[in-house]
């Protein structure tokens, strides 16, 4: 048992270090329309308020003594959630034009394609792994239904950031916001 809760503890910890790791190369040189190719092209990290550190309390336990049933454990990860679900997000970015590389998680899927999802920074967030924080989750909804996108898809949005809680699905709480966004397949330079 305590090897579940130590995997499921390693995994929220290590998805904030995956956040300033990953990033998706660099911009592709194809912008959808004007306004996206003046957008800055944002890292992920960007998105975090300096400063902000969620893994500062847990430094110090000795997270190998700890059970999954253990109620200090189930305690841990509980406070752990609701701290990254209520992450603070980078004010200075509210309401400027940006542009953000970074893997989708459909909200919606129809027969005409997907038009709102999450954006995030690494493979397998929010669907094979728990959500990471809420400064590290942007809602998207796109300007027009794009077609052939499918969950884990590397794409690059474009459009005005937003600084709006959506807590509206299981798939994680976003602290961002992109509406009437521009998406585009990413492509890595080179390619």
Known sequence: MKGLFLRALGVLLLSLAAAFLSG???????PANANAAAAPELKWEELI???WDPTKRYRNISLEALRDNDPRAIQM???MRAVWDNA??????????AKLSGFVV???NTQGGIREF?????FGACIHTPPPPANQIVHVVAGETFKGLHAMDTVKVSGVLKAARYASTDM??????????SVERFVAAGD
């Open 24 to 30: 998706c190369g660099p911009a592709s040189q194809s």
């Open 49 to 51: 308020p300096k400063g």
């Open 77 to 79: 990860l509980d406070e």
């Open 88 to 97: 603070p997000i980078n004010v200075a970015l509210d309401g400027s034009a």
């Open 106 to 108: 459909p909200l919606d």
């Open 118 to 122: 999450l954006l995030v920074p690494y």
């Open 172 to 181: 994680g709480v976003s602290g961002y916001e992109i509406t009437g966004a």
